[in-house]
């Protein structure tokens, strides 16, 4: 979903306090009635100027009018819920300009920024809902109707996840972006000088690259925490020329939302599924597969060649160390959970899941087998390709792209099913 910004210096103080009004409205109605809104904005005009003000924001689709409904009333539209939320981080002093479009991912837009100083920096959108439309019947069955079901308020959750989550493991020395604000959907963070992993052709030393990921890993779960989507894509390799100025970091690991706790049920194979997703780009891009070496006193302070063991095995070396987990209240720690607790864990886990099925789904036709007479320690298992047909899936891409468009526009006729999913009639 594009983010037009055009009409922010053109609202007025009323505009706000009244696009203000209606997304404090939508978190106990669907759709916030006329009357409640005039309550909520307290504007000193009367009902008049805020009429006035619910037809300007109608018109630039920040806020829309719900047909057929049992009562006259509006609600936000992901545009107005962009903009309430780019105006905090404007008030704090954090955003000044923001800039192009830097990537589009699964549950996210990221863009470029800048401070009154003119510093880049990143600003994350979370957008919680729009790729998962594909599996939502099956697999979002912890929505419930109401607050629980808005895709809006997930993305909210998810964002002020995020942001917990860089906050406590940078605090911890972990090589992560430096987090700076939060607002509703929106994570501002450190610009990494650097560019995804999976631009990586050429590497002076890929076998250390190799052993420092395996570590992160290992590091991370010690912690009590397991990134559950760690690959090529959330990975920043920094630039050499910086890497070799800062003489520390060379690399900057993103995306953390989905993260679990290493009390979680299934905590063995997220943490092996990231081990695989390091392994198997090493073994594509540079050929490199640690060899097994019998000798006993090799060194067990890494992973790879010349180490004892070429990858980590959860059971074997994860040894908690720290309790962030519980800090964070990740999914799976072991503590009585809230209610947003359990709205977001079940988000989290349709995101695990949804990086699963992407992870069985990749095409590895160009790697070779793993030799049967090597330990367990040095093989893994190839993803397995789906089963389903590319035109199945373009049907379901393009009846989601309609249910984002109605959603945001208010424009289209939406139901939703028993489970709080929208559905198209």
């Given at each position: 979903m594009?983010?037009?910004?055009?009409?922010?210096?053109?609202?007025?103080?009323?505009?706000?306090?009244?696009?203000?009004?209606?997304?404090?409205?939508?978190?106990?109605?669907?759709?916030?009635?006329?009357?409640?809104?005039?309550?909520?904005?307290?504007?000193?005009?009367?009902?008049?100027?805020?009429?006035?003000?619910?037809?300007?924001?109608?018109?630039?689709?920040?806020?829309?009018?719900?047909?057929?409904?049992?009562?006259?009333?509006?609600?936000?539209?992901?545009?107005?819920?962009?903009?309430?939320?780019?105006?905090?981080?404007?008030?704090?002093?954090?955003?000044?300009?923001?800039?192009?479009?830097?990537?589009?991912?699964?549950?996210?837009?990221?863009?470029?920024?800048?401070?009154?100083d003119g510093v880049k920096r990143v600003l994350k959108i979370h957008r919680l809902g729009r790729i998962s439309f594909r599996t939502v019947r099956n697999k979002r069955d912890y929505l419930k109707i109401g607050k629980g079901g808005s895709w809006m308020y997930l993305s909210k959750l998810a964002a002020q996840r995020e942001y917990e989550f860089m906050n406590i493991l940078y605090r911890n020395g972990f090589d992560v972006p430096t987090p700076y604000d939060c607002s509703r959907h929106l994570v501002l963070m450190e610009l990494i000088p650097g560019f995804p992993m999976r631009q990586l052709y050429n590497h002076h030393n890929y076998e250390k690259l190799y052993c420092d990921l395996m570590k992160f890993i290992v590091k991370l779960a010690n912690n009590g925490l397991i990134h559950c989507d760690f690959n090529e894509y959330n990975i920043m390799i920094i630039d050499k020329e910086i890497a070799d100025k800062e003489e520390k970091r060379d690399f900057i690991v993103i995306d953390f939302p989905q993260c679990i706790s290493i009390e979680h049920p299934d905590a063995s194979f997220y943490f092996k599924r990231d081990v695989?997703?390091?392994?198997?780009?090493?073994?594509?891009?540079?050929?490199?597969?640690?060899?097994?070496?019998?000798?006993?006193?090799?060194?067990?302070?890494?992973?790879?060649?010349?180490?004892?063991?070429?990858?980590?095995?959860?059971?074997?070396?994860?040894?908690?160390?720290?309790?962030?987990?519980?800090?964070?209240?990740?999914?799976?720690?072991?503590?009585?959970?809230?209610?947003?607790?359990?709205?977001?864990?079940?988000?989290?886990?349709?995101?695990?899941?949804?990086?699963?099925?992407?992870?069985?789904?990749?095409?590895?036709?160009?790697?070779?087998?793993?030799?049967?007479?090597?330990?367990?320690?040095?093989?893994?298992?190839?993803?397995?390709?789906t089963d389903d047909s590319e035109g199945a899936q373009e049907g379901e891409e393009d009846e989601n792209e309609r249910i984002i468009e109605a959603l945001s526009s208010g424009v289209g006729e939406l139901k939703m099913d028993s489970l709080g999913n929208y559905i198209l009639e």
């Open positions: 594009k983010l037009d910004t055009t009409y922010m210096r053109y609202l007025s103080p009323d505009d706000w306090k009244v696009l203000q009004a209606v997304e404090k409205g939508s978190n106990n109605h669907e759709v916030v009635p006329t009357k409640l809104i005039g309550q909520l904005a307290h504007l000193k005009s009367g009902l008049g100027t805020t009429n006035k003000c619910i037809g300007d924001l109608a018109k630039i689709n920040l806020i829309s009018r719900l047909r057929n409904a049992a009562y006259d009333g509006y609600r936000i539209t992901y545009n107005g819920f962009d903009f309430v939320a780019l105006k905090t981080l404007h008030q704090h002093g954090n955003i000044e300009e923001l800039e192009h479009t830097i990537g589009v991912g699964k549950e996210s837009d990221i863009y470029s920024c800048k401070t009154k695989d997703c390091i392994r198997r780009f090493f073994k594509r891009r540079f050929g490199y597969k640690p060899k097994k070496v019998d000798n006993m006193m090799l060194d067990e302070d890494g992973f790879g060649n010349g180490f004892k063991y070429g990858y980590p095995v959860f059971e074997r070396d994860v040894e908690r160390v720290n309790d962030l987990d519980v800090q964070v209240k990740a999914s799976g720690y072991k503590r009585k959970l809230n209610n947003e607790d359990l709205d977001l864990q079940g988000a989290v886990k349709s995101m695990n899941t949804s990086g699963e099925e992407e992870w069985n789904s990749d095409d590895d036709d160009d790697e070779e087998s793993d030799e049967s007479d090597e330990s367990d320690y040095y093989s893994y298992d190839e993803g397995e390709e």
